[in-house]
């Protein structure tokens, strides 16, 4: 019989899918019909962005697995009406892609190329940054992203610690996990890049006590969720000078409100959540067959534990 795989997703979207999708689910030999409209109780399968217009999943009485187009989960997992296994996106393309935005912007920081981008004043400036193994980068959130980028600012050089919830061995990571180990984790870091996941547990990690363990003059980063951060925490730290600079890349509310302090203070870089995206043609894959994985009564792979909210 045919599996029908529903695409719940913004129409760019779909333009964007639909070619690599069919191409992924062809070369899978699955027999299925693919599209963005099904009668509900038809529908085995749903490939979903959590912004789309779909939030009750109830009428689909047939549904098999949703698989989330994008890494973070935090708009789906707390919905009651899903009752299926939910896969979150794992994509070497979104990887590669986050991989090249942290180290880009941390190289930026470490080399001070700011002063000179914004230095063209005729002064010749003569201080040399430090090497990179003189810098200490913490990465909280040591799981596909940041494990990916850690590896990669090591072999540049850097002192990377990571943390996670877990205990983990990474080659040339110092790794650190669970709340009791936060704290050394972050002590004296010249970078901190945060890589987590939006729980309730992960909210406000980035605060006014932790901001303070690193060490004064830091830079931050975010490319994860704009709730790790407390915004108040982090405006006063870069205003007495904790903190140096911070790019941040999402934000509690997205788009950014104009009016937010964030977008005309000085020591701030806002990106418009742009730091990587899921790749269509890699991702592809990975959509196909986890649902010929399921098919074929396999667990589906980057299974989304709901109790713990990743
Ligand atoms: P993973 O699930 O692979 O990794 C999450 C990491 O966070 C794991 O190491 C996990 O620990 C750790 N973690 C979760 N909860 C806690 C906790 N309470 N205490 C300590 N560590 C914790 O996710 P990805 O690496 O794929 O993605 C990370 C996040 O990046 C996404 O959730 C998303 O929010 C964000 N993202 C942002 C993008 C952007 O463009 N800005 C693009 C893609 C993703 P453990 O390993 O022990 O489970």
Redesign the pocket.
């Known amino acids: 019989m045919k599996v029908n795989i529903l695409f719940s997703a913004n129409e760019d979207n779909w333009n964007r899918y639909k070619t690599p999708l069919k191409e992924a689910l062809d070369a899978t030999s699955l027999d299925y019909n693919l599209g963005t409209g099904f009668v509900p109780s038809e529908v085995n399968y749903i490939i979903y962005a959590p912004s789309s217009l779909l939030q009750d999943f109830s009428p689909y009485t047939n549904l098999k697995a949703v698989l989330n187009l ?5 708009g789906v997992t707390s919905n009651k009406t899903l009752k299926v296994p939910l896969a ?1 996106m ?1 994509d070497v393309g ?1 990887t590669s892609g ?1 991989v090249e935005w942290v180290t880009g912007h941390t190289l930026r920081h470490h080399l001070g190329i700011d002063k000179h981008i914004h230095g063209q004043d005729g002064t010749w400036r003569s201080d040399v940054p430090p090497l990179a193994k003189d810098r200490v980068v913490t990465i ?7 494990t990916a980028c850690g590896i990669t600012l090591k072999k540049l050089g850097f002192n990377v610690r990571g ?4 205990n ?1 061995k990474v080659d040339g990571i110092s790794c650190f ?3 009791d180990q936060i704290d050394p984790s972050l002590m004296e870091a010249d970078i901190v890049i945060l ?5 309730q ?2 909210q406000n990690i980035l605060n006014q006590h932790t901001l303070y363990l690193l060490k004064r003059g830091a830079f931050v980063l975010n ?3 704009g709730p790790l951060i407390d915004d108040v925490a982090l405006l006063e730290a870069l205003d007495s000078g904790q903190i140096e600079h911070a790019t941040l ?2 934000f509690r509310i997205e788009p950014l409100p104009k009016s937010h302090r964030y977008w005309s203070h000085t020591k701030v870089t806002v990106v418009p ?5 899921t790749r269509p043609r890699t991702s592809a894959q990975v959509i196909a067959m986890n649902i010929k994985r399921a098919e074929n009564g396999l667990e589906l792979l980057h299974l989304v534990d709901r109790d ?1 909210g ?1």
Request: overall charge neutral.
């Open positions: 994008w890494a973070g989960v935090e979150r794992v979104l986050m909280l959130g040591l799981g596909t992203l940041g943390w996670s919830r877990t983990k996990f669970g709340d890589l987590l996941p939006d729980t547990l992960t490319p994860g969720r890349d999402v959540h742009k730091a990587s995206d713990i990743y």
